[in-house]
């Protein structure tokens, strides 16, 4: 969960999506 805080700390938005117990963001482009 650092990694959560930490895009967005950064100002980076993306959409969390849950695949394996893992936490993963898909940055729109």
Sequence with gaps: V???EHLLK???S???T???GQI???IPK
Excluded: K, L
Aim: proline share 7%.
């Design 24 to 26: 993963s963001f898909v």
């Design 18 to 20: 849950s695949s394996g």
């Design 14 to 16: 993306g959409t969390p």
């Design 2 to 4: 650092a990694n959560f």
């Design 10 to 12: 950064m100002g980076i």
